[in-house]
């Protein structure tokens, strides 16, 4: 299996500021990598595809970055509605890997 | 639009098995790439992916949990069936279905639905 390894797995931030959250692949899954959040008692919300590629209607202070093992997901400006959980997904091979979650909170 | 729903028993005892219906609208999946899956989430805890199937009948399961689980669809009545076997309280989860598709998000989960909480308890 491949294993995906996000860091931090919480973090402090206040509004307004630029957030990096890192998701690391076991081994190369290309740009087969998918960020989500997730809101508490809710399901969660695609926001990057393919690494890169931002979901229709997400807004455009999200973006992602990367290939082979090392992805990045920053958020430009955090605004209030960002506090969530966020995670990583590979669906380069079965099974299709979900990191640990990147919980952030209101500093 | 696309929608999906989860429905299915609330609690279910140890060592029963159990069985999950995604109910979705908005698309076929006898589209060429898509697919329906299944995630779990226990209380406070990460997600997990289970298994899919494709509209070609492909179907992919967690290793770890592929000889408790059977993903069939019905493509006439829009609908993903999900059993799980050998039920354990450590089972215990929130179960989402979700929209996939290999050829616009590469297998990206874009459309969830809302989940249903099972419980295992006697």
């Known amino acids: 299996d491949i294993q995906m390894t996000q860091s931090p797995s919480s973090l402090s931030a206040s509004v307004g500021d630029r957030v990096t959250i890192t998701c690391r692949a076991s081994q190369s899954i290309s740009t087969y990598l998918h960020w989500y959040q997730q809101k508490p008692g809710k399901a969660p919300k695609l926001l990057i595809y393919a690494a890169s590629s931002l979901q229709s209607g997400v807004p455009s202070r999200f973006s992602g970055s990367g290939s082979g093992t090392d992805f990045t997901l920053t958020i430009s400006s955090l605004q209030p509605e960002d506090f969530a959980t966020y995670y990583c997904q590979q669906t380069s091979t079965t099974p299709r890997t979900f990191g640990q979650g990147t919980n952030v909170e209101i500093k | 639009q696309i929608t999906l729903k989860e429905s299915g028993p609330t609690l279910v005892k140890p060592t029963q098995t159990l069985t999950l219906t995604c109910t979705f609208s908005g698309f076929s999946l006898s589209t060429n790439g898509v697919g329906v899956g299944w995630i779990r989430q226990p209380p406070g805890k990460a997600l997990e992916w289970l298994a899919v199937?494709?509209?070609?009948?492909?179907?992919r399961y967690s290793p770890s949990l592929k000889s408790r689980l059977t993903i069939t669809k019905d493509t006439s009545k829009n609908q993903v069936v999900l059993t799980m076997t050998n039920m354990d309280p450590v089972d215990t989860a929130t179960f989402y279905c979700?929209?996939?598709?290999?050829?616009?998000?590469?297998?990206?989960?874009?459309?969830w639905g809302q989940g249903t909480m099972v419980t295992v308890s006697s």
């Open positions: 979700a929209h996939s598709s290999l050829l616009g998000v590469k297998g990206a989960f874009d459309i």
């Open positions: 199937i494709y509209w070609d009948d492909d179907k």
